[in-house]
Every structure is written in structure tokens, then in C-alpha cells.
């Protein structure tokens, strides 16, 4: 069965300190998808990133990067020069697309971020 | 394009009473789901479709209902509502039936149960 591990529950830094959210996933199947959601104080969720389980290049967006390891079935976020926009709960998610009807996107419990002033 | 919209927004209910939380998206979308948000459980699947006629439960389905008679609407029914259900509820849809691309997500709906 699928499965994502966010270990960290809580983390505080200050500005401009640079942070990197934890995503560790298990699945079966040699064909997924994992993707992190950011889900500001508001409350409406973002998709931020979608990565296919063929593709290991690490991707940059700006501050944001991910460390994509399927050594270590990790998918790490890295925030670079932290602001306090970026205060916000972060899911990492995995969805397995091996076939079938088994085609669900299931959450890690989420990280949230304290950016400080 | 309304994208996912969820009514209604927020609702109090009393244990054993029964209502239905609306999902609708105009995109066309062939896979829709639901989830719950409680704090410290992060996100929950409680079922999904991957196109009209088909449902499927996923991980926290006891309670609920659903059904999808139309490529548009998505609804979660609760029968008869507990305590345990008091939760915020999130519908999202995808262009994708092999749930391979982003979720598109209503703005959720914030359920109390007395």
C-alpha cells in the first residue's frame, strides 16, 4: 500500500534561513507520481510541483527546489532565503499509476512553517 | 471557468442527522475525490471516482456515501452524522482518469458535529 511520511511536524526558522521539508513515500509500484501542496493560513491549497517516478532530475523554481532520490524514496523541498509568505502547512502526496482503478492521490499528515520575522 | 465549487461552506449539524456536501467542477474533469482535514491527520481520502458511474473507496470511507452520476458533480452524503465527522472537507478534481496530474481543489467545507 502507498504510503507518505512527513516526519517533521513543526518547523520554526527565521527569514532568510534557508529550510527543507521532509517527504519520505513507499509504494510498490515502478510507475507514481509525488507532488507537494502548500496550503496557506487561508486555508485554499496550491499545487506547487508534480514529479514522475521515471524523471530524478532535481528541479528549481525560484527559492523552491526539490531533491528528488529514488535511492532513499525521498522527495525533499528546499525553501532558499525564507519570507514570511512562505508561513504556510506544506503536504508532500504520492499517487501510484502502475493501472488499474487504484489511481489515488494519498497526503503525508503535512509540515507546517513558521517563517519569523 | 468557476474551477471546484463546494457548497455549502459551513454547516453545524446534530449527531444522527443526515446532509450532503455538493461538489461540482466545470472542467471537465474525469477524476474527482474527497477529503477531510483534521489537525495533525493532514489530508484523508474518503472516496474518489475516476469518471461518472465509477466510485471508489479510499482511505477513511466509513460514514459516508457518494456517488457520480455526472462527469460534473461529485456529492458526499452523510447519513447519519457523529461527532467523529467534525472535520473540514475538501473536493478536487483532475484532468487526468490516471490521477497523474495536479488536483484542482474547492475552498472547503467546515462541518460541525454537536
Known amino acids: 500500500a502507498q504510503k507518505v511520511t512527513q516526519a517533521q511536524t513543526e518547523i520554526s526558522v527565521v527569514e532568510k534561513e534557508d529550510v527543507t521539508l521532509d517527504c519520505v513515500y513507499e509504494?510498490?509500484?515502478?510507475?507514481?507520481?509525488l507532488f507537494w501542496y502548500k496550503q496557506p493560513p487561508s486555508g485554499e491549497l496550491v499545487f506547487l510541483i508534480r514529479?514522475?517516478?521515471?524523471?530524478?532530475q532535481n528541479e528549481i523554481s525560484g527559492r523552491y527546489s526539490w531533491n528528488f532520490q529514488k535511492s532513499t524514496s525521498s522527495f525533499n523541498f528546499t525553501i532558499t532565503a525564507s519570507q514570511v509568505v512562505d508561513s504556510a502547512v506544506y503536504f508532500c502526496a504520492l499517487s501510484e499509476a502502475g493501472g488499474g482503478r487504484d489511481d489515488k492521490i494519498i497526503f503525508g499528515k503535512g509540515t507546517r512553517l513558521h517563517i519569523l520575522p | 471557468n468557476a474551477g471546484v465549487t463546494q457548497t455549502p461552506k459551513f454547516q453545524v449539524l446534530k449527531t444522527g442527522q443526515s446532509m450532503t456536501l455538493q461538489c461540482a467542477q466545470d472542467?471537465?474533469?474525469?477524476?474527482m475525490s474527497w477529503y477531510r482535514q483534521d489537525p495533525g491527520m493532514g489530508l484523508r481520502l474518503i472516496h474518489y471516482?475516476?469518471?461518472?458511474?465509477?466510485?471508489d473507496q479510499g482511505e477513511v470511507p466509513n460514514g459516508y456515501n457518494v456517488s457520480r452520476s455526472t462527469t460534473e458533480d461529485f456529492p458526499l452524503r452523510l447519513l447519519s452524522a457523529a461527532p467523529s465527522q467534525t472535520s473540514v472537507y475538501f473536493c478536487?478534481?483532475?484532468?487526468?482518469?490516471?490521477?497523474?496530474?495536479?488536483?484542482?481543489f474547492g475552498e472547503g467545507s467546515r462541518l460541525t458535529v454537536l
Open positions: 509504494t510498490r509500484d515502478t510507475t507514481y507520481y
Open positions: 514529479r514522475n517516478s521515471f524523471d530524478e
Open positions: 478536487a478534481s483532475s484532468y487526468s482518469t490516471r490521477n497523474t496530474g495536479e488536483l484542482f
Open positions: 471516482s475516476v469518471g461518472a458511474g465509477i466510485t
Open positions: 472542467m471537465n474533469h474525469e477524476y
